[in-house]
């Protein structure tokens, strides 16, 4: 190996090691919230505050600062949020440096030196971001199932006398995680005096789905307009089941295509794998020549054109 990665890959294990170990664990945090509401409450501050939930980015003052500063912090903060994952963007951050540095090693000292050693820190880089997409997936996908259920409640609720907010209370209380968490959420945030718009765009915003989206346009239009609001959740219910239903047919029309682009993808990187461990060295030629280089830039090349091409046959729009 180089002497520029051996430093790089030797900074962001030191870096990743010296920030583990310095960060608290959640008990902690949760006596230092406490001590300093303690400490505000005997000083005579002003408690309302509170009420606005302050996110920590990292326990890193200088890496809080930064991340609040920069765009990328608050979107990364908002996927964890929606994956429901108790990670600070900071240790998000340290997980992908620990994996990149670990590829680094692994990759240059068995592939070869050079870009192509570093695919496998790259690769293992993704990990932490491939969990926090699957994570964040199928709960959006167990939030959009939980809808119809959630909007037929709110409709009883509402014949029952309730009024809305008191409506979306009761879902929040009885549903499961993840809607009745977000419901509750939201009442929160009606009884502290939001704006109902306002609160259901907080809600869309924290869980980007369209069938909620179509509920909210539906509710907001009713409030503008009037009408009977439980029978138009009734019917706004019987749409979502069909949609869940239409859902469900294209990922059983579409299994096969999206196996395929599965397979066909991890396919190279599996035989690779299973003949450098069967006869090892066996793979020596396509990474010391310049033709081999060259050979594994144009296939991976084309494994991420065909990729994205099937994914794009199978992904049907309604």
């Known amino acids: 190996m180089s002497l520029i990665t051996i430093f790089v890959i030797v900074l962001l294990a030191v870096f990743a090691t010296v920030a583990y ?10 006596t230092r919230e406490r001590l300093g509401a303690l400490d505000r409450a005997f000083a005579g501050e002003d408690l309302e505050e509170g009420i606005m ?21 608050p979107q990364l903060q908002l996927m964890l949020e ?11 951050f340290l997980c992908t440096a620990l994996l990149i540095a670990v590829g680094a090693v692994l990759g240059n000292w068995w592939i070869s030196v050079g870009f192509v050693g570093w695919g496998l820190a790259l690769a293992l880089g993704f990990l932490p971001m491939g969990l926090v997409l699957y994570k964040r997936s199928g709960r959006l996908n167990r939030f959009n199932l939980q809808l119809p259920d959630a909007v037929d409640l709110i409709a009883r609720a509402l014949r029952a006398g309730h009024a809305l907010p008191s409506a979306l209370l009761i879902v929040g209380n009885e549903m499961t995680d993840p809607l009745g968490p977000e419901f509750r959420r939201a009442a929160d945030e009606l009884s502290f005096g939001l704006p109902f718009r306002d609160a259901m765009l907080n809600l869309g915003r924290r869980f980007p789905s369209k069938d909620l989206q179509f509920l909210a346009s539906a509710i907001l239009l009713q409030k503008e307009t009037g009408g009977n609001l439980a029978e138009l959740l009734d019917k706004s219910a019987s749409v979502l089941r069909a949609r869940i239903q239409l859902t469900r047919k294209v990922r059983i029309y579409t299994v096969q295509g999206r196996m395929t682009g ?3 993808t991890a396919l190279p990187f599996v035989c690779f794998f299973l003949l450098s461990i069967i006869k090892p060295g066996y793979g020596d030629p396509l990474f010391q020549t310049e033709v081999g280089r060259k050979m594994i830039y144009g296939g991976l090349i084309s494994l991420t054109l065909g990729f994205f091409a099937i ?5 049907i729009k309604y």
């Open 21 to 30: 170990f310095t960060e608290p664990s959640e008990a902690d945090k949760r």
């Open 262 to 264: 599965v397979i066909l």
């Open 311 to 315: 994914r794009r046959i199978v992904q």
């Open 82 to 92: 929606q994956a429901h994952l108790p990670w600070t963007v900071g240790r998000f």
């Open 53 to 73: 939930r302050r996110v920590t980015f990292s326990n890193i003052p200088s890496l809080d600062r930064f991340l609040r500063g920069h765009r990328l912090g």
